[in-house]
């Protein structure tokens, strides 16, 4: 199991920067992040959610029933 260790003084607003930062390479990769994806990276990169919490969250997202 891979756990998260961000580090302990991210605020929200650095967090949302370096998202912000990786929009122009996933443009010129064509790709895009959806609000509630960016959301989910500024929790991880804050430490709010760990990565088992996400792979959750996709995968209801994506239909499957988890319990």
Known sequence: MLVAV???RTTEAEARA???QMEPI???EGRQMSDGDKDLLVDLIRGVITFDEVAVIIARE???ELD
Do not use: S
């Open 62 to 64: 994506a239909g499957y």
């Open 26 to 28: 996933m443009a010129i």
């Open 18 to 20: 370096a998202v912000a």
């Open 6 to 8: 961000p580090a302990p």
